[in-house]
Nanobody, 117 residues
Framework: QVQLVESGGGLVQPGGSLRLSCAASGSILGFNVMGWYRQLPGKQRELVATITSSATTYYADFAKGRFTISRDSATNTAYLQMNSLKPEDTAVYYC???????????WGQGTPVTVSS
């Protein structure tokens, strides 16, 4: 079993920055992918960015150039640095981890981000 705890969300003005953190605990073994997703009000959850245990990254088009995903393998923590935030980035951001061998997937509880003046 794996637990994910997100933090770092909050209220920020347009053009500002936030850094989200996702701490994973439990049995973190084997090749895995940590990712950030978001759910805008009234919309389906969408992928923001992912990073594998070998540090390969992937970004959704809207995140390229503004968001950076990273991870600390020693602490099993993933980060999402978000810069140049826009009101349309307002959403609940969720952390996810997927294990390729078992195909198990776990979600965090989400952290809200509001971009508003």
């Amino acid at each position: 079993q794996v637990q994910l705890v997100e933090s770092g969300g909050g209220l920020v003005q347009p053009g500002g920055s936030l850094r989200l953190s996702c701490a994973a605990s439990g049995s973190i073994l084997g090749f895995n992918v940590m990712g950030w997703y978001r759910q805008l009000p009234g919309k389906q959850r969408e992928l923001v960015a992912t990073i594998t245990s070998s540090a390969t990254t992937y970004y959704a088009d809207f995140a390229k150039g503004r968001f950076t995903i990273s991870r600390d393998s020693a602490t099993n923590t993933a980060y999402l640095q978000m810069n140049s935030l826009k009101p349309e980035d307002t959403a609940v951001y969720y952390c996810n981890i997927y294990f390729r061998l078992t195909r198990a997937k776990y979600w965090g509880q989400g952290t809200p981000v509001t971009v508003s003046s």
